[in-house]
């Protein structure tokens, strides 16, 4: 049973299908994993040989979640990506999840949280993104449509994002996008993660190859986002910032960032699917739980945190995950396979906001803890337990309810319930329909919140 409502400790990557994750606050300590976009979870570092010639990669079996060693083919020395990990993660088929991280030199886990204290640190801004200049006007006019504009737009918004691992400095490398004329980059969390643990040197490479040294202002593991700092990148120009709520399933769309280390890639596509429930990471450690646009836009490891744009040129979502065939684990299935996901831009808002006020993000909890390990019947998700003196317990949850809608959508499961209460914010009141024995009612659960 796992701590309701904070980043569990690692568990086993072979862990039970059926593990209880959280979606309520702090316990005394416990076995688990949370639930993402809220939360995915990690596995921890893993050795693995020299790259060979040829980019190859295995990913985990579902179930349930695990990392293999990603190989990556020779780059040019200043994008070297001599590594490659991607973590496993649950989803709905008999899909596997993998974490989008490129590494050169080592394998990329991402690691526990450290809260930073400093909170007026380099990069912080008291009014949040109201106190810096970000950009939303689309670039392109609407009966554009070209690809080749986009690309000529957004590149020199999309940096590569270079990270200490393991003490090796290069270790780790992603992708990102300005975000505003103040100097600040939005990656994911997963590939600055040690870095920003072991306060290590972390790097932003533009376009043209210039290096900024660069600071992390905030980060959500729960969120798979981070807001690094460089003094030296105001210069660079921010990408406009569109909303994915406007999208349209197969409306095109272009993927931008740094794949295997080959920094300026565009790859383009369409919306595959929106408000797709999926949860990245494996049990080990941390877990992202994302409403996911998902493209079939080519994405590969070391395009995470990269921008994923529409066809005005507007960043809609933040690349973070890839699906993967399953199987044993060491199939020859490897990379991209058309089914990629991006969290929504409109967390990337919420979430960079609270970061850069008080350099920590936020996350919502009901205190309950729910079923979160091998899909079941789609009939919604089944309480197992209700903490005390939290909002669910208030609201008069019992463990054995059955959640079957929030806001009137329907829950089939545990994920779909924890990425449901995460796309709200705390102190908002929801309505969740829920069946006790063959009985059908409405409670109301107003939301708390956990750092995370």
Known sequence: MNDA???????????????????????????????????PSWVPPTHQPPAGPVPTASWPPFPPPGTQPLPVAPVPPR??????????????????????LGLAGGVVGSVAYDELNDHD???????GLAGVDVVETPPLPADDG????????????????SAEFEGQANGATGSGFVLDRQGHVVTNNHVVADAAKEDGPIAIVDQDGNRYEATVVGRSPVYDLAVLYSEEAKELAPAALGAS???????????????????STVTAGIVSALQRPVSTGDAASESSYINAVQTDAAINPGNSGGPLVNLRGQVVGVNSAIATTG??????????????????????RITADQILKSGEARYPVIGAQVQTGQRGS????EIDEVNDGTPAEESGLRKGDVIVA?????????IALIVAIRSHQPGETLEFTIRRGDDEETVEVTLDSEVG
């Open 146 to 161: 070209s690809i080749a504009a986009v690309a000529q737009e957004l590149l020199p918004s999309t940096v590569q994002i």
């Open 5 to 39: 409502g904070q980043t569990p400790p690692p568990n086993d990557s072979r862990a039970d299908d059926d593990a209880t994750q959280p979606i309520g606050p702090a316990q005394p300590h416990g076995s688990g994993q949370p639930a993402g976009p809220g939360g």
């Open 327 to 348: 199987g044993s684990g060491f199939g020859t299935e490897s990379g991209n396979i058309g089914v990629g996901f991006a969290i929504p831009v409109e967390q990337v």
């Open 378 to 381: 789609g009939a919604g998700a």
């Open 245 to 263: 709520r406007s999208l349209r399933v197969g409306e095109g769309v272009v993927a931008i960032g740094s794949p295997l280390g080959l920094s």
């Open 79 to 100: 994008h070297a990506a001599d590594r490659g990990r991607v973590s496993g993660w649950v989803w709905p088929s008999v899909a596997a999840l993998a974490l989008v």
């Open 406 to 414: 929030v806001e009137g959508s329907r829950v089939t499961d545990g």
């Open 121 to 127: 640190g380099p990069g912080s801004v008291s009014e």
